[in-house]
């Protein structure tokens, strides 16, 4: 053996471990950074109504022109005042004059309660109601903002176009929860 001197983590650390290591001197971390207008949609699983009906990203927005809007959490007060009626009274509009195939509203929620909430706004055949149980897509794109009263890890409120994988057009709240920019009177203005 004989006694290696590595750089890691700023300092100089002394070790007597065997030669194969002299190479495992840095290591480096990418830094998440949100999604922004020309990047590719993430591809990640999402479920429709019951966690055995899975929908993936890539599949939901390959050749076509979808809107796809983020909420804190489905039945809390914004989300179901505003929100998505917003997007279930405009849906359609927005699918006739902007050319819109779909319209997706996303939550990290399980299946049964998003598939509940969407019976209860009539949104069936105008927005499609996606669970992001774990919050993989959410964090995809980099749009987790903590809200311990909701359970932790949620999403921001965003909405973004996405025309054949590609991201159009995209609106985070400042905030990350008002409502104001992402709301379906917006989609388009940019």
């Excluded at 966690?51 to 076509?64: E, H, M, S």
């Excluded at 050319?99 to 997706?104: K, R």
């Excluded at 998003?114 to 794109?141: I, N």
């Excluded at 980099?142 to 609106?171: A, C, F, H």
């Amino acid at each position: 053996m004989r006694l290696l001197s590595c750089k890691f983590l700023g300092r100089v650390v002394n070790s007597s471990l065997p030669q194969q290591i002299t190479s495992l001197r840095s290591f480096t971390r990418t830094v998440p950074a949100m999604v922004k207008v020309g990047d590719t949609l993430p591809t990640v699983d999402l479920f429709e109504d019951s966690p055995a009906n899975k929908i993936n990203t890539g599949d939901l927005v390959n050749g076509k022109k979808v809107i796809i809007f983020g909420v804190p959490g489905a039945f809390t007060p914004g989300c179901s005042k505003t929100h998505l009626p917003g997007y279930v009274s405009s849906a359609d509009e927005l699918k006739s004059k902007q050319g819109v195939d779909e319209i997706v509203c996303v939550s990290v929620n399980d299946p049964f309660v998003m598939s509940a909430w969407g019976k209860e706004h009539g949104a069936a055949g105008k927005v499609r109601l996606l669970a992001d149980p774990a919050g993989g897509f959410t964090k995809a794109l980099d749009v987790t903002i903590d809200l311990p009263p909701l359970g932790g890890v949620r999403s921001k409120r965003y909405s973004l176009v996405v025309e054949n994988g590609k991201v159009t057009e995209l609106n985070v709240e400042p905030d990350g929860t008002g409502l104001s920019c992402s709301l379906a009177n917006n989609i388009g203005k940019k």
